[in-house]
């Protein structure tokens, strides 16, 4: 066995990886790379396949097609070998209910053949880590969501994984939750662990992701570092103005009335309000006002990777 | 053997992990377990005592004329292997499969999904194998007291063999569980059980039946173990314990192999 640690080969390869179930095709024949070290990130809508790749990656999905390697090993014949060095956290909270919060992390860290002692001390230092310490010997069911997703994240470092697989680590916990679970992933990143992650909200793939692909409809529809993608399909900023609109009115095109002409690179018609995507908001908006256009609201803004989705599929993020 | 080795890690045997992770639930929860213990206590009881002193004597196939409780305690250590195995592979089972999901959970480690069926075989062996010893113990402290349910040293054996009896069951209760849709399914596995705990030559011998009733009798794997127990305890050895043997030993390795692939296809989509 070779072991590609401390090597630039990539942790993960796929080279038109394809996951169908009977004739409905999750995963559409993607290419991906992810190097050691990186945060990799998929963005992507609910059911465009971001799931059913971290399966595949995580070896509980056989594979229908393509190539698909971890640790330049492959998942079929090397399941546990490659499960020996991953670190999972899947989308639900999987955590065992029958068992205390201490216990979860230890009986865990057995799986993976740990000596009890060593068990513990890792047990411990994790609890720490994601400040769980008070919290050692309570039942798990009590726990808030943002808690319980804390637990899971110190789980999945029990063995002290090289890469680390994050199915939307952050989905369903309230701002303070989210922002401590971001540090916690920064500071894994901080010591080289490889991320890879699912996301739909464009400000997580934002925060942690060096590099990322759009996903939608089991497709990859673009690649690159959030500031490229923004670059390269949206203008530097998005200026969104709303409008009070009458009963019998669809959209917002007879307020506009042909008054934005010119003005904009591209303009977008959402059901609660328009973007307009320019260099310079507020010099748009500025003209738009001179020629007359009132709306009920104004608000000019850095463009985000939710922009980039819209433009590259016509549909936002989150519905 | 798979893993990697280094500082801190054991060379494993990884069904055991999953023993473990069910002893640290059970170190807070032990008397549910205990209560299977009784279950058998009550039939000797009420049977073996109750019943026996209307009954009298019963004849063995080997003509001896024994007391009715020496007849029915080995079938009682049978049937209480029967149900420690079954506990434990039916709803408990179930319950960690479909709803705790701890075995989606388990398949992201290293442990594979032989490692768990062979780990939760392990551990209803060990419940089933708790309820023979708590059995053999009462035997014991019976025989002190001037009241023998054992009639040879061979009784002895009546443990290993009980864990055969276990082994057998908990590999076809697993494996019969990973078919079970929603609760109320299991109503249909005590259909089996029930009837095959009161007829299996349990209470009386199967010579009561008609010649085909007792050919199919002879084909039920509680017989087989009840068969089998019985001829130790009573020091009644005979060639049909090797049929005893190997069906029950057949029954729980083809158990825990369709149990394993039934696994994969529920697990691993």
Not at chain 1, 175 to 204: F, S
Request: neutral net charge.
């Amino acid at each position: 066995m070779t072991n590609p640690a401390n090597t630039t080969e990539p942790q993960i390869h796929a080279r038109g990886l394809t996951k169908r179930f009977g004739t409905f095709t999750a995963v559409d024949a993607v290419d991906f790379d992810v190097a050691p070290g990186e945060a990799f990130g998929f963005l992507g809508p609910n059911g465009a396949g971001k799931t059913s790749t971290m399966r595949m990656i995580g070896t509980v999905s056989p594979i229908t097609a393509g190539t698909l390697t971890i640790f330049g090993l492959d998942p079929a014949h090397h399941g546990a070998k490659i499960r020996a060095r991953l670190g999972v956290v899947p989308q639900a909270d999987t955590l065992d209910e029958e068992l205390s919060v201490l216990e979860n992390l230890l009986i865990y860290g057995r799986y993976f053949d740990l000596a009890w002692a060593e068990s513990r001390r890792r047990a411990k230092e994790l609890l720490e880590f994601v400040q769980l310490t008070e919290r050692s010997n309570d039942k798990v069911e009590p726990l808030s969501g943002g808690m319980k997703r804390r637990l899971v994240i110190a789980r999945s470092l029990m063995n002290e994984p090289s890469l680390l697989l994050l199915d939307e680590p952050t989905t369903g916990l309230d701002p303070q939750a989210r922002h401590l679970v971001w540090d916690r992933l920064y500071r894994l990143k901080q010591r080289g662990v490889t991320l890879c992650l699912t996301t739909h909200y464009m400000d997580e793939a934002e925060q942690l992701c060096d590099r990322l692909v759009v996903m939608d409809k089991a497709r990859i529809v673009a690649v690159g570092s959030p500031r490229q993608l923004i670059d390269e399909y949206v203008t530097r900023e998005v200026l969104e103005l709303r409008f009070r609109r009458a009963e019998d009115e669809t959209d917002d095109s007879a307020h506009m009335d042909g008054k934005l002409e010119g003005l904009a690179d591209r303009i977008e018609q959402l059901p609660d309000r328009v973007l307009v995507y320019t260099a310079d908001g507020e010099a748009v908006a500025a003209t738009a006002y001179e020629r007359g256009l009132r709306p009920a609201s104004v608000l000019v803004r850095r463009s985000t990777l939710e922009d980039v989705f819209l433009r590259l599929t016509g549909r936002s993020l989150v519905e | 053997m798979v893993g990697i080795r280094r500082l801190g890690t054991t060379v494993a045997f990884r069904p055991r992990h999953v023993v473990e992770r069910n002893l640290l639930v059970y170190r807070h929860t032990f008397m549910v377990i205990l209560s299977g213990f009784f279950e058998p206590l009550f039939y000797l009881f009420s049977m073996g005592y109750g019943v026996g002193s209307l009954i009298g004597n019963v004849q063995l196939s080997d003509g001896r004329s024994v007391p009715y409780a020496v007849f029915i305690a080995p079938a009682l250590l049978a049937s209480s292997a029967m149900n420690g195995a079954i506990y434990e592979t039916s709803n408990n089972f179930f319950f960690k499969l479909k709803y705790a999901k701890l075995y989606d959970t388990i398949i992201t480690t290293p442990m594979s999904l032989l490692d768990v069926a062979r780990g939760e075989i392990l551990w209803a062996m060990m419940r089933g194998g708790l309820y023979a010893v708590g059995f053999v113990v009462v035997i014991v402290v019976l025989g002190a007291l001037g009241q023998p349910l054992v009639l040879s040293p061979l009784a002895l054996l009546g443990f290993p063999a009980a864990l055969v009896v276990c082994y057998a069951f908990a590999g076809a209760g697993m494996a019969a569980t990973t078919f079970v849709r929603k609760w109320r399914d299991f109503d249909y596995m005590q259909l089996v059980l029930m009837p095959m705990f009161l007829f299996s030559g349990t209470f009386y011998p199967i010579d009561a039946y008609p010649p085909l009733l007792q050919a199919f009798v002879q084909c039920t794997p509680l017989y087989r173990g009840v068969h089998l127990i019985r001829a130790f305890t009573t020091g009644m050895l005979d060639p049909a314990m090797a049929i005893d043997l190997v069906y029950l030993l057949l029954m729980g390795t083809v158990g825990l192999a369709i149990t394993s692939r039934r696994l994969g296809r529920l697990l691993l989509s």
